[in-house]
């Protein structure tokens, strides 16, 4: 039987890409018994074969009909007894034979041809995978010959090829031949590749059919699922329905990227891949041991929380070659709306998906709930979400942590991961490495894993028998080498170990953290008694700073937690160091009395546990190692008082071992603290190093020490009653360090430091909760105070509200770029003595609405008059669109989401007069050749109402690009600015007849200066 084109469909080229593509063939016409190989012999003799008429260029292939000759021709001439023989010899004397040598030569060529053409070689692997189908010898017998081209394979995805085949001689059932597709090479000659097909294959009955490959055959008429294909494809509709032996196979197609609409997802789009039982069970056993999972993860506490896309920039200095340092770009609050997600659309594709597969990087700080998330999302995946992916592999990062053992990809991911183990992992793991585009990889923790010198420098490649270090797996997925189309999901902590690899990642996202609302719908969750949560929530109301605490998830669950056994009678703690006292001093002293003194082994135990808090801290590490606990009652103090808690290091056939690690990072924080504080070795000047703001070189992990520097002052300065403020006040050395620490606080010179600095310095001044200390501080801060390029959490908008409450100095403030929420934002700028403030245009209308909406007019009216923008720099067109927004409402005087009866019956037009627009000085315009010429044509039309505007650059390194036509609109708004002294047209394209209508508006602007 000999197939010609028309029964193949002719598949479109993608502009300027080279096709791709190679065969992979399931050989079930190939039998051990009957061929006298086994089917690694057939297939490295395919793949020689293959090889070999790619490189001769020739356009036909003799047709071959002897299944003899067929052997002889694909093993290059070579009988299978001399094969066989070979083979022997070589296995027995470790060396190579001609055929061999000469074999890896014409790989060698293939290559180097390859590589001219700005190409890829061929895999090293070999372009031949199959998967042996359990059929009868009789069955396997070679007679029929089927001739395809090349190009008619060179479809943008995995294709399957097979044919009905008819009863073979001594079989019950239909044997199938399929050929399945793979892109490989970016550029294929025209040969005709020969394919052996079964026994008894009728041409006039036979049917080409685009299905996955498969070892079984769905019966005829049956609808057909077609391979998935890789990233860039959609399969049509057509591909689905049902095939007839007289249906054309050109009647299916393939749509490419350019085909789909902007709102069609791809993973969503496509198809199930159509998979063995033994996968399907596997699936099956790894949803229900997820579901079954409650230990760490549960559905009533969870509460779902925004995700914030993320972007970095990065700042390049005097040694740019050598280190680039990268820093999120801050959104402010109403980008922040815009970069929102759930996490359900995390796994989303971008526009510029490509086959290569995605890296995503979560972040968020300590106990925002990264791990929870991760569980979520695993748990959401049984539940039948996320059906884009067949497998999910989760791995704990600190488990990760076995220097000097090396594994294999396979043994990765189906021993050391969270997954339950699977008796057929082999076959499963083929499946894997199929359909990688359907496999989800989350690595929680990043920050555990430990080693991570020349990570990037990974020698992994996409052979899946490497057997590698745990590293170096790790980089190679990462870098996309290995399991190339997966999907990997990395979580983190901003601004440490993931921080210097976030330049290859595709997609970051942040945990944005609760909310008001998110609050107290926990808080109701945790207690079940509606009188004991009117308590709670009535208490926690009264004390804003907790309340504050409480946008952190897991600070959140302790004051919960403290809430419940607290009694309501006593007053709450009010600095973080009060609270993790009471936190703590509940674990470590669980059920001993308050008046009762502490036993001498249990202190002793304590104090180690500080000391192995202190040293992970210094190293960067939460973990703990097996020597660590060299004392016998150290290791079951810690476990029993939840400190510390244990986890299995999962290695197969080995005897079950378990790892250590602080439960969480603030009490390691806590107790390292405590460390510094007790400890007689450390004097008060090595605490003054320690805590020391003022860096002559600005690190860039220098914020590794911020929490433990609050808990050390706070403790210094805590008179809190409790087993560890005893333990603390008992001290001899507790007074030479607190004087130490004082005399620091109020040398530090305020006007030199960093915004982030300043805010941490201002945090460690609260808490000491010294009324003296506070003072001081507050009548020494500088009067403008800018924490531009800072975020400005609700906890930092708290402290900075406390100290500048009590300071009489007038100050303006500067809250572009911080995140700051409108919350925050109010409850700054409506102290008296904050007399101006710089924040985003978009923020402050949203604040300006919130206030009318709540009738709070005063403070709207006041909060007008505080508003500034000068000076004004455009450097995006949503700077230009809210700036035309503002000048809007100016003349209007109505606010954008007001009606205007509201409007009138509130807000008279005095109220929005907004002196921000009427005393601009300054407006510079730099939004480059892309932006530059609609954002100078809505910048034109609102110049004359900034009527006092003295300075006026037009000018960009990039050029704006403002050509003859945009002068002309320039010119005509002259006589509208009387008090521009200053205007500058630099590096940009106007030419004579623009120059000449400015020239003659000169004349109307009386100020400038030339």
Wanted: aromatic share 8%; net charge neutral; proline share 5%.
């Amino acid at each position: 039987m000999t197939s010609d084109d028309s029964g193949i469909s002719e598949c479109s080229r993608t502009e300027n890409k080279a096709i791709e593509s190679a065969l992979s063939f399931d050989l079930n016409c190939l039998n051990e018994d009957e061929m006298g190989l086994d089917y690694e012999s057939v297939s490295q003799l395919l793949a020689e074969w293959v090889a070999n008429s790619l490189l001769s260029g020739n356009s036909e292939a003799p047709e071959v009909t002897d299944p003899e000759v067929f052997k002889r021709k694909s093993n290059g001439g070579i009988s299978l007894k001399d094969t066989k023989r070979k083979k022997k010899e070589t296995k027995l004397t470790g060396g190579v034979t001609n055929e061999q040598s000469r074999n890896r030569k014409n790989w060698r060529k293939v290559k180097k041809t390859s590589k001219e053409t700005n190409s890829p070689g061929p895999p090293t692997s070999g372009i031949v995978t199959f998967t042996p189908l359990q059929i009868t010898p009789s069955a396997a017998q070679l007679s029929h010959i089927v001739q395809f081209p090349v190009t008619n394979f060179t479809v943008n995805g995995n294709t399957t090829i097979f044919t009905h085949c008819a009863h073979a001689p001594g079989t019950s059932g239909t044997i199938p031949t399929a050929f399945q597709v793979f892109q490989t090479f970016t550029t294929v000659p025209q040969p005709v590749i020969n394919f052996p097909l079964a026994n008894n294959v009728q041409s006039s009955n036979s049917a080409i059919v685009i299905v996955p490959s498969s070892n079984q055959v769905p019966p005829s008429g049956m609808a057909v699922t077609p391979s998935s294909p890789v990233a860039g494809t959609v399969v049509d509709s057509a591909m689905t329905s049902p095939v007839t032996p007289s249906a054309p196979l050109g009647s299916q197609s393939v749509l490419q990227e350019s085909d789909m609409g902007e709102q069609v997802t791809l993973e969503k789009t496509l198809p199930a891949v159509q998979k063995p039982k033994e996968v399907e069970d596997c699936i099956k056993n790894m949803k229900a041991a997820l579901l079954q999972d409650k230990e760490f993860f549960s559905e009533s506490h969870y509460i779902q929380v925004p995700l914030i896309q993320k972007q970095i920039k990065i700042k390049t200095g005097k040694n740019n070659a050598k280190s680039q340092e990268k820093e999120f770009v801050i959104l402010d609050m109403t980008e922040r709306k815009k970069a929102t997600i759930f996490p359900s659309q995390i796994f989303d594709p971008p526009k510029d998906l490509t086959k290569e597969g995605r890296v995503i990087a979560l972040l968020g700080n300590a106990g925002m709930g990264k791990s929870t998330l991760v569980h979520k999302l695993c748990r959401d995946w049984a539940k039948g979400e996320f059906q884009q992916f067949d497998f999910i592999f989760r791995f704990e990062c600190k488990r990760l942590n076995l220097p000097g053992k090396s594994f294999g990809l396979q043994k990765l991911l189906f021993e050391l991961s969270q997954s339950p183990l699977s008796e057929n992992a082999g076959r499963i793991f083929r499946f894997v490495l199929r359909n990688p585009q359907r496999i989800l990889i989350m690595f929680d923790g990043f920050d555990d894993f430990q080693d991570m010198e020349a990570f990037l420098q990974s020698p992994a490649n996409n052979s899946t028998k490497e057997v590698l270090s745990i590293k170096d797996l790790l980089s190679g997925l990462f870098q996309k080498k290995l399991l190339i189309g997966s999907t990997i999901l990395f979580t983190a902590r901003p601004k440490e170990t993931l921080n210097q690899f976030l330049g290859k990642v595709d997609k970051i996202f942040e945990l944005s953290g609760f909310c008001h609302e998110d609050i107290e719908h926990y808080m109701s969750v945790h207690f079940r008694d509606n009188s004991q949560y009117d308590a709670a929530k009535k208490k926690l109301e009264k004390n804003q700073f907790l309340h504050s605490l409480c946008h952190t998830p897991l600070m959140c669950k302790f004051i919960c937690l403290l809430l419940e056994k607290f009694e309501m009678d006593k007053e709450l703690p009010m600095t973080i160091t009060g609270l993790h006292l009471h936190i703590v001093s509940q674990r470590l002293f669980n059920n001993v009395p308050m008046d009762l003194p502490t036993d001498k082994t249990q202190t002793e135990n304590i104090l180690k546990l500080c000391q192995l808090a202190w040293k992970g801290i210094q190293d960067h590490k939460s973990l703990l190692e097996e020597n660590d606990f060299k004392c016998p009652t150290l290791k079951e103090f810690s476990l029993k008082s939840g400190v510390v808690t244990q986890y299995p290091l999962n290695c197969s056939g080995e005897e079950k071992l378990f790892g250590h690690t602080f439960s969480d990072l603030l009490s390691q924080d806590f107790m390292g603290a405590l460390h510094l504080s007790l400890v007689r070795g450390i004097k008060g000047k090595t605490l003054v190093k320690l805590i020391h703001l003022q860096q002559k070189k600005k690190k860039p992990h220098q914020e590794w020490l911020d929490v433990v520097r609050r808990f050390l002052v706070g403790l210094l300065f805590q008179n809190e009653e409790g087993h560890l403020s005893r333990l603390i006040m008992k001290h001899e050395d507790l007074e030479t360090k607190k004087d130490a620490i004082l005399e620091y606080i109020k040398k530090v010179r305020l006007s030199e430091l960093l915004s982030n600095r300043l805010l941490e310095y201002c945090h460690c001044v609260y808490e000491t909760k010294n009324e003296d200390v506070i003072q001081h501080v507050a009548k020494n801060l500088p009067p403008e105070l800018s924490f531009r390029g800072t975020c400005l959490a609700p906890l930092d908008v708290f402290v900075l509200q406390h100290l500048l409450r009590v300071s009489n100095t007038q100050f303006i403030l500067d809250l572009q770029e911080t995140g700051i929420n409108l919350l925050g934002m109010k409850r700054l700028v409506e102290l008296e003595n904050v007399t101006a403030f710089r924040a985003s245009i978009a923020d402050t209308i949203s604040l300006w609405e919130h206030l009318q909406q709540t009738h709070s007019y005063d403070l709207l009216k006041s909060t007008i008059q505080k508003f500034t923008i000068n000076p004004f720099k455009a450097s995006q067109y949503t700077d230009v669109e809210y700036l035309s927004l503002l000048v809007k409402i100016y003349k209007e005087k109505k606010l954008p989401m007001s009606t205007s009866s509201s409007t009138t019956n509130t807000c008279d037009d005095e109220v929005l007069d907004i002196p921000a627009v009427k005393d601009l000085r300054k407006l510079e315009f730099a939004l480059g050749a892309t932006c530059g010429h609609p954002g100078f044509s809505q910048l034109v039309d609102i110049l004359p109402a900034f009527e006092r505007l003295q300075h006026l650059d037009l000018e960009t390194l990039t050029g704006n690009k403002i050509g003859d036509k945009e002068a002309e609109k320039l010119a005509l708004v002259f006589p509208g600015l009387p008090f521009l002294e200053m205007l500058n047209l630099s590096q940009n394209c106007i030419g004579d007849r623009g120059a000449e209508k400015l020239a003659q508006a000169f004349p109307s602007l009386t100020s400038l200066k030339f």
